[in-house]
Nanobody
Framework: QVQLVESGGGLVQAGGSLRLSCAAS????????AGWIRQAPGKEREFVGA????????LYADSVKGRFTISRDNAKNTLYLQMNSLNVEDTAVYYC????????????????WGQGTQVTVSS
């Protein structure tokens, strides 16, 4: 499995932006689909978005489509999540995820998880 470490979380006002990073190690990152999953207080974990191994195609949850952008730099073994137009409903712990299968990330069952980073959006 690949090891994942997120960074970049914090407190931001509604309407603001934040960029999360996920550093991968241990295996060849380019061999994995990767994405983001979040968990809001009192709710189940939900799929945010994911990208295929090359990064040439991405998939997003309807709730973030048009506001969030996922990208990856395989040369740096890093995945990114650019979050714009944040609202209070985006408050959650954000987890980086990786799996050989993109589908596994979409159904919130990836083989590899990061430890999570807190994103809090204030009104």
């Amino acid at each position: 499995q690949v090891q994942l470490v997120e960074s970049g979380g914090g407190l931001v006002q509604a309407g603001g932006s934040l960029r999360l990073s996920c550093a991968a190690s241990g295996r060849t990152f380019s061999s994995y689909a990767a994405g983001w999953i979040r968990q809001a207080p009192g709710k189940e974990r939900e799929f945010v978005g994911a990208t295929i191994k090359s990064g040439s195609s991405t998939l997003y949850a309807d709730s973030v489509k048009g506001r969030f952008t996922i990208s990856r730099d395989n040369a740096k073994n890093t995945l990114y999540l650019q979050m714009n137009s944040l609202n209070v409903e985006d408050t959650a712990v954000y987890y980086c995820a990786a799996d050989q299968s993109l589908h596994s990330i979409v159904v919130v069952s990836p083989a590899s998880w990061g430890q999570g980073t807190q994103v809090t959006v204030s009104s």
